[in-house]
């Protein structure tokens, strides 16, 4: 946390925009992941609205780490809206991914992020549990 602190006061000093929203990206997570819920989540959409002002290349990544952020906070609802925008990007991310590298080995690949078990399908069943 501490460098992460240090890390964003630089980047805020030198004006380094861009190893700032990764760095805000990162601590956000790190607050949320100690209970500052409300502190995490902020840093994490400014990471992400600074992504998408600047049209830097969005990471799925963040997206699901706010989704798991409202979900710790008990925004179901908002949780499962950011977990199926994360799975939507990384699925046009692959796409392009492998439009570009159709004819190479090294395409890039993302991972599809896991929903959280709020956000998946129910399971349909024949009969009713026990």
């Known amino acids: 946390m501490r460098v992460l602190d240090q890390g964003q006061a630089l980047c805020h000093a030198s004006g380094n925009r861009t190893l700032w929203r990764q760095i805000a990206g990162d601590l956000g997570y790190a607050l949320a992941l100690q209970g ?3 502190e995490g989540r902020v840093l994490l959409e400014e990471a992400i609205s600074e992504s998408i002002r600047t049209g830097a290349r969005q990471s799925p990544n963040w997206i699901v780490r706010l989704s798991e ?5 008990g925004f ?3 949780a499962c809206q950011h977990a199926h925008q994360a799975l939507n990007l990384a699925r046009q991310q692959k796409v392009r991914g492998e439009e ?3 004819y190479t080995s ?3 690949s993302t991972p599809t992020p896991i929903l959280p078990r709020s956000c998946r399908p129910k399971p349909t069943i024949s009969r009713p549990w026990p």
């Open 100 to 102: 570009a590298g159709r």
């Open 106 to 108: 090294l395409a890039p």
């Open 36 to 38: 500052r819920l409300a």
């Open 76 to 78: 179901h609802e908002e």
């Open 69 to 73: 952020v409202c979900r710790l906070a």
